[in-house]
């Protein structure tokens, strides 16, 4: 079969088949009298067998060793195809989110553009100090856009850097909650607890609202970040988790305050007051969890808990009793006028 005969059956220029046959990929294996090129059906073939490997993505010299090389193994060949495409849709989800900032951002013009790339570069350094320049030091007139900061806020491990973009994802506005808040979401653990550490920084009831699904996190640590800053926004859902990180031990402290917070609301003082004493009445509560439970009851209102400190003074647990006796002066001392 003559060149242009093949051309037209497989879809493959004639140019292109003379490349072929300059790099030996294909080489007709006939001459017609008059020294046209002749291909033969094995040559056929074999242009179907190199056209399939370039839509795989190889190039040309890598058909060549794959259809050369006896020890060039399929599996060798999938493996390197697989890493190349995860390479190159990494870099083409790249430039999908800076087109997506730019285009969020709406800049005017063409230095906008260039001011947002920037910040981007500036957000993708491994310099942690070049990182946090970049967020407290923006183009001017140019706005941060939000969902850039908030992908920023779930990546960066250096607690400074951290500070900072959550600092100006605080104040930009636009649709930076919900695209922080899906960190919560995510299978990572790190991921998770930055986010809700960003929310509770944001304001609104959208951001409230996140805070308390949060409560329902498998970590500790994120339902701590979530009571503490629901707690804070006079969220009365927050007081099961407070009371079980005073008697925990975990920023017992911060919660005891919050706790003592929510018990200045109108209606609430008895339900946490109730919660705080189921707790110390558990059989399985030692006595350093009794201690720290007897402790949170002076930041509650004085009327309430003196009654309950003045019962604790008589606890079995001297140590208890001792704590409960010393902090019913505190209060005492702090009722006067």
């Known amino acids: 079969m003559l060149i242009g005969e093949v051309a037209r059956r497989s879809g493959v220029s004639t140019r292109m088949l003379r490349h072929y046959e300059s790099l030996g990929l294909v080489r007709p294996t ?22 399939s490997l370039r839509s795989l993505g190889l190039s040309l010299r890598q ?25 190159r849709l990494a870099r083409e989800r790249e430039l999908l989110e800076r087109l997506r900032a730019v285009d969020s951002s709406a800049p005017s013009d063409w ?29 001017e007139g140019v ?25 100006a994802l605080a104040r930009a506005g636009g649709d930076g909650l919900a695209s922080v808040a899906s960190g919560l979401r995510s299978d990572d653990v790190d991921v998770r607890r930055r986010a809700v ?33 629901l707690g804070s926004r006079g969220g009365i859902e927050a007081v099961p988790m407070l009371v079980a990180m005073v008697a925990e031990g975990v920023n017992d402290v911060e919660a005891a305050e919050v706790l003592g917070t929510l018990a200045l609301g109108s209606g609430r003082a008895e339900q946490v007051m109730s919660a705080l004493v189921e707790e110390l009445a558990a ?7 009794r201690i720290r439970l007897t402790q949170a009851l002076v930041e509650m209102p004085a009327a309430l808990a003196q009654d309950v400190l003045q019962q604790l003074s008589d606890d079995d647990d001297r140590a208890v009793a001792r704590i409960a006796s010393a902090l019913v002066g505190v209060l005492g001392e702090r009722s006067k006028p």
């Open 197 to 229: 550490v960003a929310v509770a920084e944001m304001s609104g009831g959208e951001a409230t609202a996140v805070l308390a699904g949060a409560l329902d996190d498998s970590d500790a640590t994120v339902r701590g970040h979530a009571a503490l800053a």
């Open 111 to 139: 230095q906008g553009v260039l001011r947002i790339v920037e910040l981007m570069r500036g957000l993708s350094s491994a310099s942690a100090a070049s990182r946090q320049q970049s967020v407290l030091a923006p183009a």
């Open 30 to 51: 006939g001459r017609t009298t008059g020294g046209y090129r002749e291909y033969s059906d094995e040559d056929i073939r074999r242009i179907f067998h190199v056209e």
């Open 283 to 289: 059989p399985a509560a030692d006595s350093a969890v």
């Open 143 to 167: 706005p941060v856009p939000a969902e850039v900061l908030a992908a920023a806020v779930l990546a960066e491990a250096d607690a400074n850097v951290a500070g900072a973009l959550r600092w």
């Open 63 to 87: 058909i060549g060793r794959a259809l050369e090389d006896p020890a060039f193994t399929p599996s060798a060949l999938v493996g390197d195809l697989i890493r190349w495409a995860e390479d």
